[in-house]
């Protein structure tokens, strides 16, 4: 059973276009979610968070939005940049669990 | 502040044998969680340490072991591999049980 959901295995954009990566959950109990972005032969990095009591999050380039009602959240990323280019996991967690539940990823390519 | 480190960074098995793999957190965190990557798809979280004591599991096998030490070191021990366990092995570090975690880049296993 998939908990998180990104449906788009692959995005293609161009250089200082908007880039909307989306992310879909099925379990109502989680409070707390996360983007990660993960380039070849390195870890995960954390992007940005967002917390259920909220339904946006801004950092510099990156804003997250939550929907819990239609339980969807999304990455913006605006303007691209080529080094924007690698896979981007969507995580979430509930309230006194450990662990985060990931999505599958979505590669996102940043065309010049 | 040094980041979270893993070792080693590729290792070659073979069925039926042990692996110990290992992860240096970032100073000052007391909580390490151990997550398995296979291809394509999103870390699968394994167990967590919080001061030393497993903290909650996934739905591994009990020859899926940890330990962690005073020292901000952890250990991943896998017992009688098997090919499926053919993944990236990737720990995170975060500051306490429900804050943000930081990852390693990762140990790539093949178990032949």
């Known amino acids: 059973d998939q908990q998180v959901k990104q449906n788009s295995p692959s995005l293609s954009v161009q250089e200082g276009r908007i880039s909307i990566l989306n992310c879909d959950y099925t379990?109502?109990?989680?409070?707390?979610f996360l983007w990660y972005k993960k380039y070849p032969a390195e870890g995960p990095t954390f992007l940005i968070s967002?917390?259920?009591?909220?339904d946006k999050n801004e950092d510099g380039r990156f804003t997250v939005f939550l929907n819990k009602s239609a339980k969807h959240l999304s990455l913006h990323i605006v303007p691209s940049q080529p080094g924007d280019s690698a896979v981007y996991f969507c995580?979430?967690?509930?309230?006194?669990?450990?662990?985060?539940?990931f999505g599958q990823g979505t590669r996102l390519t940043i065309n010049p | 502040e040094t980041g979270v480190t893993q070792s080693p960074t590729h290792l070659i098995k073979t069925r039926g044998q042990q692996v110990t793999l290992r992860c240096s957190s970032q100073s000052g965190h007391n909580t390490v969680s151990w997550y398995q990557q296979a291809l394509g798809q999103g870390p699968q979280f394994i167990f967590q340490?919080?001061?030393?004591?497993?903290?909650g599991r996934g739905n591994f096998p009990p020859r899926f072991s940890g330990l962690q030490f005073p020292n901000y070191s952890s250990e991943l021990n896998v017992n009688a591999l098997e090919l499926d366990d053919s993944a990236l092995y990737l720990c995170?570090?975060?500051?306490?049980?429900?804050?943000?975690?930081?990852f390693g880049p990762g140990t790539r296993l093949l178990v032949l």
């Open positions: 379990n109502s109990m989680f409070d707390y």
């Open positions: 967002i917390s259920s009591i909220k």
């Open positions: 340490y919080y001061r030393e004591e497993e903290n």
């Open positions: 995580a979430a967690r509930h309230q006194g669990a450990q662990k985060l539940v």
């Open positions: 995170a570090s975060s500051p306490d049980r429900d804050e943000t975690q930081y």
